[in-house]
């Protein structure tokens, strides 16, 4: 067996052994994002009846340091609770994102991987070890593209509340921050 030869079976060996790790990384995905889509149906319905929880938290945190906090400094809080705020939302929009660049990656493992054995299969002429492998490549896929499509419609959804909550807060911000000089 020649050294090229060695290589291609660790190789070989190397991806057998990632073909778990990258379906069980692909379920794990599928059921986050299956997760966000509830949390995204949820918020789409609150936000569609007029309810808007997390803008309505921020803006009672900036209405009670108002009240407690007054003159010197308050613009500085507000201004802070503001890129807090906004810093959690893009964090949360991050997470989604990332799902989106991981899925087809996944999904591209997850199908070259038992190509590798399909192709084997097909030298040696076991056809049930081909489709075996075939399905679950094709399986990885679709899954990966999935995941990846449902987590940027979620993302561009969510991103366009963010801007808005963002701008609402903000205003919020300055109403309190002018009632707050108006009684100095």
């Known amino acids: 067996m020649t050294a090229v030869d060695q290589l291609r079976e660790l190789f070989h060996h190397i991806a057998a052994f990632l073909v778990w790790p990258v379906l069980l990384g692909l379920l794990g995905l599928l059921a986050a994002i299956l997760i966000s889509v509830g949390a995204f149906l949820r918020e789409a319905w609150d936000r569609r009846a007029g309810r808007r929880s997390g803008l309505e938290r921020a803006q009672q945190a900036l209405d009670e340091i108002a009240a407690k906090q007054a003159g010197e400094g308050l613009d500085l809080r507000l201004e802070e609770i503001l890129q807090n705020t906004e810093r959690e939302r893009w964090r949360a929009l991050g997470r989604l994102r990332l799902a989106v660049r991981v899925g087809p990656s996944l999904g591209l493992m997850g199908t070259l991987i038992p190509m590798a054995d399909a192709l084997q299969g097909l030298a040696d002429g076991n056809l049930p070890a081909l489709a075996s492998n075939m399905v679950t490549a094709?399986?990885?896929?679709?899954?990966?593209?999935?995941?990846?499509?449902?987590?940027?419609?979620?993302?561009?959804?969510?991103?366009?509340?963010?801007?808005?909550?963002?701008?609402?807060?903000?205003?919020?911000?300055?109403r309190v921050l002018r009632a707050a000089k108006g009684k100095e």
């Open 138 to 174: 094709f399986a990885a896929t679709v899954i990966g593209l999935t995941i990846s499509v449902t987590a940027y419609l979620i993302a561009a959804a969510r991103e366009s509340w963010v801007r808005a909550d963002s701008q609402a807060l903000a205003f919020h911000a300055e």
